[in-house]
């Protein structure tokens, strides 16, 4: 076996869930730059790698030193620790501050760095401030490094180091050898296999009653990411007896302790032919669900403004009317009337069918009477729509309860009520039923709700299908919009999303006058071609558009040559191929990118589905600046895994959201996911343009396949046995 030994000089590529990468050495007495390849646990610039292992000729990258086994060191040589210790490792170094250090200590610098700390001031630019953070920054280096190698001798990637280190902190290891099964619950990425992984290498009793109950945790988790409530009791012991590959007899004892303990909860609901079906529920889901229903009837039976008879109606409608300067029509009159006469109502209709026009002309006759009015949406993009096409404010559902980490979520609630008469909630088929239950037991029982959304978007992220659960009840007064407007008849858009939701393919003439394309390709590398080109080069010269602000590509999948990875890479090369950027496993971040959070972050305000742009990337201080909504918003490195490129999207996550352009793929490699209200959602988004490029065939399925997957939700039951 052959040994090469070297300094770790740049990493090309790394794979971080499993060590590998491909990666340049710097070899004492060789010119050249060496490539190596291979699994490394977190590797640093500017280490000295000592392995043993293979030479390969790669038949397009040349000559190649397989890595077998590798020990790590830190630099012993000035070269080497200015590389180490500027690459990033240490938050307040930067490479010119490497420099300057590794210029006055030499090769003592990180034993200075390591026990003599505060010499670092006689260094140009290091201030106290600095000091104690890198102080903060190697002891935290060195505690996770601990955490990597401990992970490591149980077949853990190190990429989960940091996550772990950054959720029990100095108890990380105790956590993990106590349950690892936590890891699952606790830490994004890493599932109940990974964690069972570590179990299994640690001793744990594959048939131990805690495995099971960690596992059917894991089972209903994960089946409420898939939009389900609760799980059929049968149908649970199948999918972790696959997933644990126990006995029928350990999974019941699992079950029946936690019943015992209440961590879930056994109910008894009626199947399709009514029979008595035992069903499992997350407490909190269960919680959530029966407090919907109890709080909606409560809402509905309280008198408040909507059952005044001092109303007069008929004035109200003309006195819209007036104001805004239109003739209503039949059904946008029956909804005026509606919000007035009910406590809840919900609105629902296509594009183009007057949602917009309603609400309006509902806020100016409240604003008439003085009532107190709250708008609201689940999404940042959604609320700043609905403040722009009604000129009165509206926040996103998170902000109007005033979220705050700090002080233990939601400020607004049961004890601390809005303080409005009516509240408004705009696409309201994308709240789910956990968000539901936290903005219903903020509305006083006074008020009126009016849900405005279109049930044949896609349903909520989350878990429910909270909308169609209230229509579906037949409790609530219900007003369907369906009439497509003059204006809106001329957008192909409009006229090509009510085509497609009535199942008949869209109508592809691509006229000028058009506003709504369909490029048809079946190869899929020419279909990304034809995405880079319309983004970067046909749409700004045609529309004047930004590609940067006012184009944003729709994917239906994230993997494969025309999902979100594959386009967001090439799209980055061509329209934004200069900026400064940075490499983190098999992320790479440029200034200027154009980027997307993806889970809540209560201490930034910020929110899955909220998109900005990278303004600065700071090296030194180890932060990614991201202006979004107006805001500068700065990302520790280590938070790197919040945001992704967002050149283009997922349809899911654009849910509640409008662009200027939008282009959609559609290729035959999507097929799990070519559905009818997937489509629909994806051509609704787009604002003044909307080009579809690929496969006709595979349009054609997604227009005929209007087979929703129902969601295991007992909303709907519940409201009709409260009645």
């Given at each position: 076996?052959?040994?090469?030994?070297?300094?770790?000089?740049?990493?090309?590529?790394?794979n971080e869930e499993n060590g590998y990468l491909v990666a340049k050495i710097k070899v004492p007495g060789q010119i050249e730059l060496v490539t190596i390849v291979?699994?490394?646990?977190?590797?640093?610039?500017?280490?000295?790698?000592?392995?043993?292992?293979?030479?390969?000729?790669?038949?397009?990258?040349?000559?190649?030193?397989?890595?077998?086994?590798?020990?790590?060191?830190?630099?012993?040589?000035?070269?080497?620790?200015?590389?180490?210790?500027?690459?990033?490792?240490?938050?307040?170094?930067?490479?010119?501050?490497?420099?300057?250090?590794?210029?006055?200590?030499?090769?003592?610098?990180?034993?200075?760095?390591?026990?003599?700390?505060?010499?670092?001031?006689?260094?140009?630019?290091?201030?106290?401030?600095?000091?104690?953070?890198?102080?903060?920054?190697?002891?935290?280096?060195?505690?996770?490094?601990?955490?990597?190698?401990?992970?490591?001798?149980?077949?853990?990637?190190?990429?989960?180091?940091?996550?772990?280190?950054?959720?029990?902190?100095?108890?990380?290891?105790?956590?993990?050898?106590?349950?690892?099964?936590?890891?699952?619950?606790?830490?994004?990425?890493?599932?109940?296999?990974?964690?069972?992984?570590?179990?299994?290498?640690?001793?744990?009793?594959?048939?131990?009653?805690?495995?099971?109950?960690?596992?059917?945790?894991?089972?209903?988790?994960?089946?409420?990411?898939?939009?389900?409530?609760?799980?059929?009791?049968?149908?649970?012991?199948?999918?972790?007896?696959?997933?644990?590959?126990?006995?029928?007899?350990?999974?019941?004892?699992a079950i029946q302790n936690m019943v015992t303990a209440r961590h879930i909860i056994l109910e008894q609901l009626l199947d399709d032919n009514l029979n008595p079906?035992?069903?499992?529920?997350?407490?909190?889901?269960?919680?959530?669900?029966?407090?919907?229903?109890?709080?909606?009837?409560?809402?509905?039976?309280?008198?408040?403004?909507?059952?005044?008879?001092t109303v007069n109606v008929s004035a109200s409608i003309e006195y819209a009317q007036k104001q805004l300067s239109i003739r209503l029509v039949s059904k946008q009159?029956?909804?005026?009337?509606?919000?007035?006469?009910?406590?809840?109502?919900?609105?629902?209709?296509?594009?183009?069918?007057?949602?917009?026009?309603?609400?309006?002309?509902?806020?100016?006759?409240?604003?008439?009477?003085?009532?107190?009015?709250?708008?609201?949406?689940?999404?940042?993009?959604?609320?700043?729509?609905?403040?722009?096409?009604?000129?009165?404010?509206?926040?996103?559902?998170?902000?109007?309860?005033?979220?705050?980490?700090?002080?233990?979520?939601?400020?607004?609630?049961?004890?601390?009520?809005?303080?409005?008469?009516?509240?408004?909630?705009?696409?309201?088929?994308?709240?789910?039923?956990?968000?539901?239950?936290?903005?219903?037991?903020?509305?006083?029982?006074?008020?009126?709700?009016?849900?405005?959304?279109?049930?044949?978007?896609?349903?909520?992220?989350?878990?429910?299908?909270?909308?169609?659960?209230?229509?579906?009840?037949?409790?609530?007064?219900?007003?369907?919009?369906?009439?497509?407007?003059?204006?809106?008849?001329?957008?192909?858009?409009?006229?090509?999303?009510?085509?497609?939701?009535?199942?008949?393919?869209?109508?592809?003439?691509?006229?000028?006058?058009?506003?709504?394309?369909?490029?048809?390709?079946?190869?899929?590398?020419?279909?990304?071609?034809?995405?880079?080109?319309?983004?970067?080069?046909?749409?700004?010269?045609?529309?004047?558009?930004?590609?940067?602000?006012?184009?944003?590509?729709?994917?239906?999948?994230?993997?494969?040559?025309?999902?979100?990875?594959?386009?967001?890479?090439?799209?980055?090369?061509?329209?934004?191929?200069?900026?400064?950027?940075?490499?983190?496993?098999?992320?790479?971040?440029?200034?200027?990118?154009?980027?997307?959070?993806?889970?809540?972050?209560?201490?930034?305000?910020?929110?899955?589905?909220?998109?900005?742009?990278?303004?600065?990337?700071?090296?030194?201080?180890?932060?990614?600046?991201?202006?979004?909504?107006?805001?500068?918003?700065?990302?520790?490195?280590?938070?790197?895994?919040?945001?992704?490129?967002?050149?283009?999207?997922?349809?899911?996550?654009?849910?509640?959201?409008?662009?200027?352009?939008?282009?959609?793929?559609?290729?035959?490699?999507?097929?799990?996911?070519?559905?009818?209200?997937?489509?629909?959602?994806?051509?609704?988004?787009?604002?003044?343009?909307?080009?579809?490029?690929?496969?006709?065939?595979?349009?054609?399925?997604?227009?005929?396949?209007?087979?929703?997957?129902?969601?295991?939700?007992?909303?709907?039951?519940?409201?009709?046995?409260?009645?």
């Amino acid at each position: 076996m052959a040994e090469l030994r070297g300094q770790l000089e740049r990493i090309t590529y790394e794979n971080e869930e499993n060590g590998y990468l491909v990666a340049k050495i710097k070899v004492p007495g060789q010119i050249e730059l060496v490539t190596i390849v291979g699994n490394i646990t977190s590797p640093t610039i500017g280490e000295t790698l000592c392995m043993q292992g293979e030479w390969l000729m790669h038949p397009k990258f040349g000559k190649q030193f397989k890595i077998e086994t590798c020990h790590c060191s830190v630099p012993d040589n000035c070269h080497g620790i200015e590389k180490y210790i500027g690459s990033g490792l240490i938050k307040g170094i930067g490479p010119l501050m490497a420099k300057r250090i590794v210029g006055i200590f030499k090769e003592n610098t990180l034993d200075i760095i390591d026990t003599d700390i505060a010499q670092l001031a006689t260094v140009p630019g290091i201030g106290k401030q600095r000091i104690e953070m890198i102080a903060a920054a190697w002891q935290q280096q060195k505690e996770i490094r601990s955490v990597m190698i401990f992970l490591q001798s149980y077949g853990v990637g190190s990429s989960y180091a940091v996550k772990i280190f950054k959720r029990y902190g100095n108890k990380s290891i105790e956590v993990i050898s106590t349950n690892p099964y936590r890891l699952a619950n606790d830490i994004s990425g890493i599932g109940f296999l990974t964690a069972d992984k570590i179990a299994k290498r640690m001793g744990f009793d594959e048939n131990s009653v805690p495995r099971a109950e960690a596992g059917i945790i894991f089972s209903l988790n994960q089946l409420s990411l898939e939009g389900h409530v609760y799980c059929p009791l049968d149908e649970l012991l199948v999918v972790a007896g696959k997933l644990l590959n126990v006995g029928v007899g350990i999974l019941h004892s699992a079950i029946q302790n936690m019943v015992t303990a209440r961590h879930i909860i056994l109910e008894q609901l009626l199947d399709d032919n009514l029979n008595p079906r035992e069903c499992v529920f997350l407490l909190g889901y269960h919680f959530s669900e029966v407090q919907v229903a109890k709080m909606l009837l409560s809402i509905h039976e309280t008198p408040g403004m909507s059952t005044e008879k001092t109303v007069n109606v008929s004035a109200s409608i003309e006195y819209a009317q007036k104001q805004l300067s239109i003739r209503l029509v039949s059904k946008q009159i029956d909804a005026i009337k509606a919000s007035l006469e009910n406590k809840i109502l919900v609105i629902t209709g296509g594009p183009g069918t007057g949602k917009t026009t309603i609400t309006k002309s509902i806020l100016q006759i409240h604003a008439a009477m003085s009532r107190r009015v709250l708008l609201a949406a689940p999404t940042g993009r959604a609320a700043k729509r609905m403040a722009e096409t009604t000129g009165f404010p509206a926040k996103t559902i998170h902000r109007l309860l005033e979220f705050s980490h700090i002080n233990g979520g939601f400020q607004k609630n049961e004890n601390n009520q809005l303080n409005c008469d009516l509240l408004i909630i705009d696409e309201a088929s994308m709240v789910d039923l956990l968000l539901m239950y936290h903005l219903l037991k903020a509305v006083p029982c006074s008020a009126t709700i009016i849900m405005i959304g279109d049930i044949n978007q896609l349903p909520s992220v989350g878990a429910g299908c909270v909308l169609k659960d209230i229509i579906g009840s037949g409790k609530f007064c219900v007003v369907e919009l369906n009439e497509i407007f003059r204006q809106a008849k001329q957008s192909t858009i409009v006229v090509n999303a009510h085509r497609i939701i009535n199942g008949a393919m869209p109508a592809c003439t691509n006229a000028e006058r058009d506003n709504c394309f369909f490029l048809f390709e079946d190869n899929q590398e020419k279909v990304l071609e034809k995405i880079i080109d319309m983004v970067g080069r046909r749409i700004p010269a045609k529309f004047n558009y930004d590609p940067m602000v006012d184009i944003q590509v729709l994917t239906p999948m994230n993997r494969g040559n025309t999902g979100t990875d594959a386009i967001n890479y090439a799209l980055q090369d061509a329209i934004n191929p200069n900026g400064f950027e940075i490499l983190r496993g098999e992320k790479r971040f440029r200034v200027g990118d154009r980027i997307m959070q993806i889970r809540n972050n209560y201490d930034k305000d910020t929110f899955n589905g909220d998109i900005g742009r990278i303004t600065n990337i700071d090296v030194e201080d180890q932060t990614i600046t991201v202006q979004m909504d107006g805001r500068s918003i700065p990302y520790d490195f280590s938070e790197i895994d919040e945001i992704v490129l967002a050149y283009a999207i997922s349809i899911h996550k654009s849910q509640g959201s409008e662009y200027p352009a939008v282009v959609i793929p559609l290729v035959m490699s999507h097929y799990v996911m070519l559905q009818r209200n997937l489509i629909y959602t994806a051509i609704t988004r787009g604002r003044n343009l909307v080009v579809l490029v690929g496969s006709r065939k595979a349009l054609g399925i997604a227009v005929k396949n209007n087979k929703i997957m129902q969601r295991n939700t007992w909303l709907h039951m519940r409201l009709r046995q409260y009645f």
